[in-house]
């Protein structure tokens, strides 16, 4: 019973590098999420997608793209690392987006520091 | 713009010492509002939905409550092992939930 599952769990990278947070779901949720978790600044969305094939901004989109490869996966890219973004990021899901009752479920979080 | 806000922003009780935290908020039609309790070092582990002013729900030491302008999360005889922050979140407009940023509380044995 894996629900969320994120890959790498701590990765450093240097200034300007680029590199993918990948994400798998296995409840068979519509929706997916990108958060980023900072001291004093709560959780933020970066992206998300209501379902397959589509991807709308968040609240802290710059710096970032994301891909929606099937139903399970959703992962989210760093085409070239700043310092401001050292963060926790957060996968989630859900069942459906548009819903009234729409609980989100979080991987276990990925810790990346930009050097 | 839809806001959520949390109080205190951190919380220490001695085992056993009841207490509230409070999330406050300001959205259009409310969609529901989500309790999560959140461990160092992990991801937010959902506890409770409140969809409807008047509503209470409970798990073990904690309960939650539901007003039109606020919601409370009381804990009776809390434990060492409640320790944790505590995350509340309100879907707005986008029916997206905005979380607030968390009580930490501290139960010291």
């Known amino acids: 019973n894996a629900g969320v599952t994120q890959t790498p769990k701590f990765q450093v990278l240097k200034t300007g590098q680029s590199m993918t947070l990948q994400c798998a779901q296995d409840?068979?949720?519509?929706?997916m999420y990108w958060y980023r978790q900072d001291p004093g600044m709560g959780l933020r969305l970066i992206y998300y997608s209501a379902s397959e094939g589509t991807t709308d901004k968040g609240e802290v989109p710059n710096g970032y793209n994301v891909s929606r490869l099937n139903k399970r996966e959703f992962s989210l890219r760093l085409e070239s690392a700043a310092p401001s973004q050292t963060s926790v990021y957060f996968c989630?899901?859900?069942?459906?987006?548009?819903?009234?009752?729409?609980?989100?479920?979080f991987g276990e979080g990925s810790w990346l520091t930009v050097v | 713009e839809d806001q959520v806000t949390q109080s205190p922003e951190a919380l220490r009780l001695q085992e056993g010492e009841s207490s509230s935290l409070n999330c406050s908020y300001t959205v259009s039609g409310l969609r529901g509002l989500f309790w999560y309790r959140q461990d160092p070092g992990k991801g937010p582990e959902f506890l409770f939905t409140l969809y409807s002013a008047g509503e209470e729900k409970e798990k073990e030491r904690l309960k939650a409550t539901l007003t039109k302008k606020e919601s409370f999360l009381h804990i009776t005889a809390p434990k060492p092992e409640d320790s944790a922050t505590y995350l509340c979140a309100v879907p707005g407009g986008s029916y997206i939930p905005t979380f607030g940023r968390g009580t930490s509380l501290i139960v010291h044995p």
């Open positions: 409840m068979n949720h519509n929706s």
């Open positions: 989630a899901s859900s069942e459906e987006v548009w819903q009234g009752r729409n609980t989100i479920y």
